[in-house]
């Protein structure tokens, strides 16, 4: 029976983060032999995505959009980590040195988001991986998802780091768009005393921002041991007192509501709110309490 050639050719294939989990479960991450090393030193393997928007329950949106997966920041509070153990990597140095970017996700976005049965419900970019993290310069998978949206008419949040990006809040704002801050996670005893979080809402309040909002970090899974490992190895003494805080997923509600009366007290000190207009008698009440509280960290 003849053979007919392909008419062009299209090269090889982009694996499926399935082919991923497989490979490295077979040969360690080592038979990643595609992944391509940059200058960061960290590996980079394209990978094909067969859908780009995945839905989530119990969480205040419903669809979630990552371009990659792992992170190149390599916080050690991330609780994204514990998702590469998906990929049958660990949730320590994999997560921060082996990334994977899924090249065609504009493409898949655009198709999808084109269905009529699209409702143009909320999209929470980057929950799993910074969508910003240095890579992005080279491949503009962000940039290219954020156009594909705008022409969709779909709203969308986005998780990445400061600084510059409340240059790009400041950027919104001016062109009329309602947007603010989510602080996350405070980080207890690293980042949540009054003068580092009040620190933060006012350099927010400066930029322009609308709202801001807050959680305090969970530790799940292999986030939380990788978390405590590097407390143990930087910070032994601080080692008792989280393993009294995180006996669970989430520290005591006591303590979180704490921290988010405190929050609320500088809201509105500084003129913003929560998204969408706070409760004045509740603010006030927070503020009072926030204010008694001795804040231990």
Not at 129 to 158: F, N, W
Request: hydrophobic fraction near 40%.
């Amino acid at each position: 029976m003849p053979s007919f050639p392909l008419l062009f050719d299209l090269g090889k294939q982009k694996p499926t983060t399935r082919d991923i989990a497989n490979t490295v479960k077979a040969g360690g991450r080592d038979a990643l032999t595609d992944a391509e090393r940059r200058a960061d030193a960290a590996r980079y393997q394209e990978v094909t995505c067969r859908s780009a928007l995945n839905r989530v329950k119990g969480m205040p949106f419903e669809w979630t959009l990552n371009p990659y997966r792992g992170c190149t920041h390599g916080c050690h509070y991330c609780f994204a980590r514990r998702y590469h153990v998906q990929f049958e990597m660990n949730a320590d140095d994999d997560f921060a040195s082996v990334i994977l970017v899924k090249h065609n996700v504009a493409a898949v976005l655009a198709t999808e988001i084109d269905r009529p049965a699209w409702a143009r419900e909320l999209v929470a970019f980057g929950t799993a991986t910074d969508p910003y993290q240095p890579i992005e310069g080279h491949y503009k998978l962000t940039r290219q998802c954020i156009q594909v949206l705008a022409r969709g008419r779909t709203p969308m949040s986005i998780v990445t780091h400061p600084l510059q990006r409340l240059r790009a809040v400041r950027a919104l704002v001016d062109a009329g768009i309602n947007a603010g801050v989510l602080m996350a996670p405070i980080v207890p005893g690293f980042t949540s005393s009054r003068s580092k979080l009040e620190r933060t809402i006012k350099t927010i309040a400066d930029h322009g921002a609308r709202f801001v909002g807050c959680n305090v970090m969970y530790l799940q899974d292999g986030t939380r041991v990788h978390f405590m490992k590097f407390l143990e190895r930087e910070f032994p003494s601080m080692v008792p007192r989280f393993e009294r805080l995180y006996v669970k997923k989430y520290p005591p509600e006591a303590y979180r509501k704490e921290v988010q009366g405190l929050v609320r007290a500088l809201q509105e000190r500084y003129g913003l709110t929560k998204r969408g207009e706070a409760n004045p008698e509740e603010v006030a009440e927070e503020q009072s309490e926030a204010e008694q509280v001795g804040f231990a960290w």
